[in-house]
């Protein structure tokens, strides 16, 4: 379905109080200039960017990651679809949605309830306290690791000590105090700490992986 005003519903919901922030935007919004969706807490915003090349740029903050995320998608998709979201790489929860605006209120009210659902399950009582210094239970940090972990060596982006030549096969053994990356070749391997997604912070903006 393509909107026929070209205004689409963008929203995001803050990582700091909880709320959903949400906006119609329309074609001449973002040709004018950077759309900036900011929280009335003052403590979030989300920005939204048409390029020349017709794409629609998003920096979205994360109710989980400690550092915002960056999308794209085509303006077809931003102004054509009655739903689209944007979720999260590390936990698949979605973070941002657009289309229309009761298909948007209605993805803000699911979402809202699954991250309540986390809340109660990792012993936390505000979303503040789920974005910020506090712990998240460790089953939840470990299959983020393991999923970058996974996506590292489909994309030939984990080094040992075997040449670059040879097949490499890697073991990832979630330990109590981490997940331990081996090759199980030459035995090389490195120890990544997986007790909150601080602590994993580093290597989860990492683009590579050396093993030791």
Not at 84 to 95: G, H, K, M
Not at 122 to 150: C, M, N
């Amino acid at each position: 379905m393509v909107l026929e005003n070209k205004q689409t519903t963008v929203a995001y919901r803050c990582p700091h109080c909880g709320a959903g922030v949400m906006s119609i935007v329309g074609i001449f919004n973002l040709t004018a200039d950077m759309l900036k969706l900011k929280c009335s807490c003052g403590h979030s915003e989300m920005t939204v960017v048409y390029n020349k090349d017709g794409r629609v740029r998003f920096t979205v903050p994360c109710m989980l990651c400690p550092t915002p995320h960056n999308f794209t998608v085509s303006s077809s998709i931003f102004f054509g679809k009655e739903l689209f979201v944007l979720p999260c790489p590390y936990s698949d929860i979605n973070i941002c949605m657009m289309g229309d605006t009761n298909h948007v209120k209605a993805e803000l009210s699911r979402t809202e309830l699954e991250l309540m659902d986390m809340l109660e399950k990792s012993g936390l009582e505000s979303f503040d306290e789920l974005h910020g210094e506090q712990y998240l239970s460790d089953p939840q940090v470990a299959e983020i690791v393991t999923y970058v972990i996974k996506e590292l060596d489909e994309e030939g982006k984990i080094y040992c000590r075997c040449e670059a030549d040879e097949e490499k096969e890697y073991d990832a053994e979630i330990r109590q105090d981490g997940i331990l990356v081996t090759c199980k070749k030459c035995g090389a391997s490195k120890l990544i700490k997986a007790d909150s997604l601080i602590s994993a912070n580093d290597f989860l903006n990492a683009d590579s992986l050396e093993l030791e």
